[in-house]
């Protein structure tokens, strides 16, 4: 039996990594929508070698180039913000929701509302719509699997326990490029040296969160939706080989942990399969060749995105999507060469402290909260 399928971010490592599994497998499946923000080429060579639907670019601006290399396929070319909507709530079995921050969030919603699997990547659209997006999921009738590899390690150790024998979820990070340095080199470092991330091979801007821990930030704000054990049960380890990728404590102390290579289509496969397993292409886990395993508690001095995050958690509302909105407007500056690295933690401070809302209660809310702290996030740019 074939499943039907839609990646949102087709061209973007997520989406790159999800296709190589389909591949593999490609008889199982039938892609409906591939999606990307403009790589109009790349778009449509996915979407011819996978026989697509439909091929939609966000930015019209691609869209003739999208159209031109579709030309005679029989495959249908769209752009705009309301395709991308459009493609996204086309009824299939899964959606990979893997495009980066926030503009994922109109999409993924429109996926969620037909109620099928939501494999997601896309945490900042989690981040910024919190409730909203976990109350739509209960409404719809939607599916949730975490695409991201700690959430997916505590789902697998979960496997259907309550959370009320929960006694801790710890969330291990990698530590990222600048664990070892101290604070006058990250006063120093560059987009160069902050998108070399030592264990995963990941698209630009989260590789600067990684960088900066905020990636381990937004990752607490997403488990904090996603299993909602409260924060004094919820907590981070930094363990730079990036074995075990996520753990669980029981309250009779056992605790179980997910162990795999640190390469992205384990945790995809996981999404795609489930409940069942698939094959992946990668070797077996040989740890006497990884040797040791460490753990350190995070430092929240020189990398304070952690204690950020807990604090938009507690402040509730609209802290978490002005905390994601900050983020990407001051993630984009430093990529620009507009601010320097430990600029970004602070200007999402500063967004955060000044900027006060009510809570979304809706995607319209969340929207408009994202948007007013972007402009917040702005001005502060414009004083640096
Ligand atoms: P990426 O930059 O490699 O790809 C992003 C994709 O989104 C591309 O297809 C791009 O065309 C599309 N896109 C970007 N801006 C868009 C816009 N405004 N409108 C429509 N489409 C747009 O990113 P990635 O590394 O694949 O990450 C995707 C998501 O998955 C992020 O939320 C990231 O945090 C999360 N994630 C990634 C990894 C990883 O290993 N790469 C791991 C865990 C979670
Ligand atoms: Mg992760």
């Not at 996926?111 to 990547?121: D, F, H, K, S, V």
């Not at 290579?261 to 292409?281: E, F, G």
């Amino acid at each position: 039996m074939t499943r039907s399928i839609s990646i949102l971010g087709a061209t973007g490592s997520v989406g790159e990594q999800t296709l190589d599994l389909i591949g593999r497998e490609r008889d199982k499946w039938r892609i409906e929508a591939l999606t990307a923000n403009c790589s109009a080429e790349k778009l449509a060579r996915m979407a011819l070698d996978f026989g697509a639907k439909i091929a939609v670019v966000g930015d019209e601006a691609c869209l003739p180039e999208l159209r031109e290399a579709l030309s005679g396929s029989g495959i249908e070319a769209a752009g705009g913000s309301a395709a991308l909507i459009e493609a996204a709530s086309r009824p299939v079995d899964v959606t990979v929701a893997a495009i980066v921050g926030c503009a994922g969030l109109g999409p993924v919603m429109a996926a969620i509302e037909q109620g099928g699997t939501i494999a997601l990547a896309n945490k900042e659209a989690l981040v910024s719509a919190g409730d909203v997006m976990m109350a739509a999921v209960a409404k719809h009738g939607a599916t949730l699997l975490p695409v991201d590899s700690e959430h997916n390690a505590i789902f697998q150790c979960l496997a259907g326990s309550k959370l009320s024998d929960v006694a801790r979820i710890t969330l291990t990070a990698s530590g990222g490029p600048f664990r070892t340095w101290t604070q006058d080199q990250l006063d120093a470092a560059t987009p160069e040296q902050a998108v070399a991330h030592p264990n995963w091979d990941m698209g630009a801007k989260i590789s600067v969160d990684s960088a900066t821990m905020m990636n381990k930030g937004l990752e607490y704000i997403e488990a904090h939706y996603l299993f909602p054990v409260g924060l004094d049960r919820l907590g981070i380890v930094v363990h730079p080989q990036s074995v075990i990728h996520s753990m669980v404590e029981f309250r009779d102390r056992s605790t179980l942990a997910q162990l795999g290579p640190s390469d992205m289509r384990v945790p995809i496969a996981s999404c795609l399969a489930w409940p069942q397993r698939m094959d992946t292409p990668m070797a077996p886990l040989d740890l006497p060749s990884i040797g040791e395993l460490s753990f350190f508690a995070p430092d929240e001095t020189r990398f304070p995105a952690t204690r950020l995050a807990r604090q938009a958690i507690e402040a509730g509302g609209a802290a978490p999507a002005s905390l994601n909105a900050a983020n990407e407007v001051a993630v984009a500056a430093f990529l620009a060469g507009q601010i320097g690295f430990t600029r970004i933690a602070a200007m999402v401070e500063e967004t955060m402290s000044n900027y006060t809302a009510h809570t979304p209660r809706s995607l319209e809310d969340v929207l408009a909260t994202d948007q007013a702290a972007r402009i917040a996030a702005h001005q502060l740019l414009e004083l640096t």
